[in-house]
């Protein structure tokens, strides 16, 4: 790394001890970031909550656009919600979180997106995977816990249960309620060229446990199932989770997938589609561990996928496409310092000069909540 690389980095350590509301990662020395990164730190701003699952996006404005889960009190529980921050420079300040939408269940993994309209989608699920867990909290954690899951009954819990999206046509100054979606992802849909959005992701609470994409034509108002993707041989759908997309600059369409099956379990598989997401290749392993995957296309047409590192030493990481998806370059550590593996879901946005910026949750040691942290880092040519 040349001097003024490592002098940008050590101004932009020093810099951020100082914004309000971003704490530093002071247990970090700037020497000690990985090879890529020249900024570390922890963005969330309510410590007594947990905050999981964020996607970061870049409006047209070069505004910052994060949602995730806010609310909570761990990983699973019943007081998840979606909270909203923005960031008007590059990510050395957020604003304070703002709740856009809270349903009567656990609602988690939440995507954002900016159309080519200018309209701003969020997606999320909701879960009642906490109700295992209500009969093992004592006291006033567990009084709590049951209070909020007695504000339904049995048949309204069930009707709770779905995948959404919120849509935003003033720049995010008021959300529409909640309207259901076929599919579900953590970082939700992507824009094509040709203008349809395309949300590459899981049936969830259906009888249909496909695996696909659907499809909006009038700005993710309204949206229709497009193609399902197909499984390898002895591969089973129930263990597909978790995908994203992006569109190659020469107009072919990839899609990651979370793979829980046999072969290559804990990988990222990878498929393709040549006709806008109508057809679709078997996916395939493409010799990375680590998930779920988030994709992003540069300005000079190659790919970024981050995803989060399960396994000592527990953190993040990304790799380079320069030939649109059809090979991935060497891991680049965005973080290596995790106490377990309650972290990741990294997502990341194109800064501009040369610099990047990854947001991912994680469970630190000296925090008993989940914290939202943030690398900012430069990727070479």
């Known amino acids: 790394m040349n001097g003024s690389h490592s002098s940008r980095r050590a101004f932009l350590k020093s810099s951020t001890l100082a914004v309000v509301g971003c704490a530093s990662d002071s247990a970090v020395r700037a020497e000690d970031l990985p090879g890529a990164v020249e900024d570390l730190k922890v963005i969330s ?11 970061v996006a870049r409006r047209a404005s070069g505004e910052l656009m994060l949602v995730y889960s806010g609310g ?81 009954n049995e048949e309204a819990r069930q009707e709770a249960l779905g995948t959404w999206m919120l849509r935003s046509t003033d720049a995010g100054a008021t959300f529409s309620r909640a309207y259901r979606v076929p599919v579900n992802s953590p970082h939700g849909p992507i824009q094509l060229s040709d203008g349809r959005l395309l949300y590459p992701g899981k049936m969830l609470w259906s009888e249909e446990k496909k695996v696909g994409v659907c499809v909006s034509s009038d700005d993710g108002e309204t949206w229709q199932w497009l193609a399902e993707i197909p499984t390898r041989k002895g591969d089973h ?40 997401g109508k057809t679709w290749s078997e996916p395939h392993a493409i010799g990375v561990w680590g998930l779920p995957s988030h994709l992003l296309r540069l300005g000079d047409g190659r790919l970024v996928m981050s995803y989060s590192y399960r396994r000592p030493p527990y953190g993040n990481q990304a790799r380079v496409s320069d030939d649109g998806g059809m090979h991935w370059g060497p891991a680049i550590t965005l973080s290596a310092d995790g ?33 939202l942290r943030q690398a900012r880092w430069a990727l070479t040519s």
């Open 45 to 55: 701003q309510l410590p007594e909550r947990y905050h999981g699952w964020p996607t």
């Open 237 to 276: 759908y129930a263990d597909y989770h978790e995908l994203h997309g992006v569109e190659t600059a020469d107009g072919r369409v990839i899609v990651h997938i979370r793979n829980h099956n046999k072969t290559n379990a804990g990988e990222t598989l990878q498929c393709e589609s040549s006709d806008g």
């Open 339 to 371: 106490v377990n593996g309650d972290l990741g879901y990294p997502s990341t946005v194109d800064l501009g000069g040369g610099l990047l910026l990854t947001v991912w949750y994680e469970q630190r040691a000296e925090s008993p909540r989940a914290v």
């Open 72 to 152: 909570r009190e761990s990983h699973v529980c019943p007081f998840g919600r979606v909270e909203w921050m923005r960031s008007r420079d590059g990510g050395e300040t957020w604003t304070f979180p703002r709740v856009i939408h809270d349903g009567p269940i656990d609602d988690r993994d939440a995507g954002v997106l900016e159309t080519a309209a200018g309209t701003i989608l969020v997606t999320t699920f909701s879960s009642l995977a906490y109700e295992p867990s209500l009969t093992k909290k004592a006291g006033e954690t567990g009084r709590r816990w049951q209070a909020v899951h007695q504000r339904l």
